[in-house]
């Protein structure tokens, strides 16, 4: 299809294209007016001479698809030799090293993840392949967990290992947060809860074997509501309503010591609190406050777990069942020891520590198999206490009314945003950097690029760790990597425009018509008819 591409703009081009126009009318209009010899011929000529010249401004052109060449781009640190059967592979016509000139190549198959920011931004406007290298041994080929957390919530890592077997492990000096056996795909998928407040700077292992650091920062946890009905005084109960009043929380509890009498102890809730109870409270139990006075239930200190379990699922509609694997109770991780039952789980639920919850109407019912906990407190072991009953208080929570999150690792020189979220927008004071989601009136976005790597504190007091591109290198270069490719994806248009050569009329072709026509211009008033 012809397009226009002229030699002239703006009002210029069309105060030339409109008095060349005007002139030529006016010139036919003299010849037809003064009944002048030949004047159709004369029109005709001066017509085309006025077309001629219209178009050698207009200047139009056709576009046709260049042929394609093909060059491989390998890190520069690499030799040619090594690529001459990936090249065949590829269908490629040269390699070359990053940071060498593309030339007549239209299309480029990037090689591998050894590049520097300079190295892609050296790349012209062409076509783009990626083939990432597995050939190295044991890399991250991605990872990421939560920035910022509050106190007591789960963290979270996940990513995906290559070339790696054995044992992963998160230890904080030498105790192991969390473990997992690492399967062929290298899939990375550990929790554990988070219990120290300020910066943390964790270990990631593998078979002893140090591959990272994950650092992150936690905040205090938001007070919660808590209410205890059980059904006779017991340390159970007691020491985790300490443990709740110690960590800030406000705790009710309720012992029914007769069949009309309770031993009461209140303080002012905030919100609405989450029940935790013992099975003699399941016949008093109203099901309709469940998610509507009670944010949350979990049924604790089981004597009869098939039966206290049926019960439950009867009162709530709920679907919890249970297997049973053995005669005697099972010690588990942190020394506890749990009844001999796992759960069988639906849809809807999830387990944690031998305890599992189903996901109701906005709110989670949960039980716990286990027969007690209290003696860890009693030992002196507080952090262990902590990790059994932090997870469960937050599958239990409702929403925090205010949180930051963000997602690590984030690097050195590149874009991150931090969120913040609130429930309460009359009491929001942010700096003007934070723009509010089109959305979600409750959700704001802050966006950055830090130059700087290592701790760093915001207004608000909040922690950020910036990793340097020597740290997790195969995550970093990898999201360099996508970052560049996703930024040429959005100018595909213009690289598809790229791929098509135009062609002009050539100079000397629009020399000879107006050489033509100007030569017939003054020929035709010598020819005598």
Same mark, same amino acid.
């Given at each position: ?61 056709? %576009? $046709? ?7 491989? @781009? ?5 030799? =040619? /030799? !090594?690529?001459?059967? &990936? ?12 940071? %060498? $000139? ?7 198959? @990037? ?5 520097? =920011? /300079? !190295?892609?931004?050296? &790349? ?12 190295? %041994? ?35 000096? %030498? ?355």
């Amino acid at each position: 299809m012809m397009q226009f591409e002229p030699i002239l703009e703006g009002y210029i081009f069309y105060l030339v294209v409109s008095a060349l126009l005007l002139i030529c009318f006016a010139q036919v209009t003299y010849f037809f007016f003064q009944n002048t010899k030949r004047k159709t011929f004369k029109s005709l000529l001066y017509s085309f001479f006025t077309i001629v010249l219209l178009m050698y401004i207009v200047q139009p052109f056709w %576009e $046709k698809e260049l042929p394609e060449q093909t060059a491989l @781009l390998i890190p520069s640190n690499s030799k =040619k /030799e !090594d690529f001459g059967n &990936i090249a065949k592979e590829l269908g490629v016509d040269k390699i070359l090293y990053a940071g %060498e $000139k593309i030339g007549a190549a239209n299309r480029v198959k @990037l090689y591998g993840q050894d590049y520097t =920011k /300079e !190295d892609l931004l050296a &790349i012209p406007m062409v076509d783009l392949d990626w083939t990432p290298n597995t050939n190295a %041994e044991r890399y991250f080929e991605a990872v990421n967990w939560k920035g910022i957390l509050r106190y007591g919530q789960r963290q979270h890592l996940k990513g995906k290992l290559f070339g790696a077997a054995g044992k992963l492990q998160v230890k904080l000096s %030498e105790e192991v947060l969390a473990s997992q056996e690492l399967n062929q795909e290298g899939m990375v998928d550990l929790h554990f809860p988070a219990l120290i407040l300020g910066e943390n700077e964790l270990g990631i292992f593998i078979d002893n074997e140090k591959v990272g650091e994950m650092r992150f920062y936690v905040e205090e946890a938001e007070a919660l509501d808590v209410e205890i009905k059980v059904g006779f005084p017991n340390p159970e109960s007691r020491v985790l309503r300490d443990y709740l009043i110690k960590r800030g929380d406000r705790s009710n509890q309720s012992i029914q010591v007769s069949k009309d009498s309770r031993i009461v102890s209140e303080v002012e809730n905030g919100r609405k609190p989450i029940l935790f109870i013992d099975p003699s409270q399941l016949v008093n139990l109203n099901a309709a406050d469940i998610g509507t006075v009670y944010s949350g239930l979990f049924l604790f200190n089981l004597s009869n777990p098939e039966q206290d379990i049926f019960n439950l699922n009867r009162k709530l509609n709920t679907g919890f069942e249970l297997n049973k694997v053995g005669d005697i109770s099972l010690e588990v991780e942190q020394g506890v020891n749990v009844f001999p039952y796992e759960f069988l789980l639906r849809n809807n639920q999830d387990s944690l520590f031998s305890s599992a919850f189903e996901i109701m109407d906005g709110y989670s019912v949960g039980v716990g198999l286990m027969e007690s906990s209290y003696e860890l407190q009693f030992a002196g072991d507080s952090l262990a206490y902590a990790k059994i009953w932090e997870p469960i208080l937050e599958q239990l929570s409702p929403m925090d009314q205010s949180f930051h999150f963000i997602t690590y690792p984030i690097f050195q020189g590149q874009s991150t945003a931090l969120y913040y979220y609130t429930d309460s927008l009359e009491e929001i004071e942010l700096e003007k950097n934070w723009v509010r989601d089109p959305i979600n009136d409750g959700l704001f976005k802050f966006q950055f690029i830090s130059d700087q790597e290592g701790w760093q504190e915001t207004e608000e007091g909040i922690k950020i760790y910036v990793e340097s591109s020597g740290d997790f290198t195969s995550v970093y270069k990898n999201s360099l990597m996508f970052e560049f490719l996703k930024e040429r994806r959005s100018l595909s248009e213009e690289l598809r425009s790229q791929a098509k050569a135009k062609e002009f009329v050539p100079d000397w072709l629009w020399f000879l018509l107006l050489l033509f026509t100007l030569s017939l211009i003054w020929i035709e008033p010598r020819f005598r008819s």
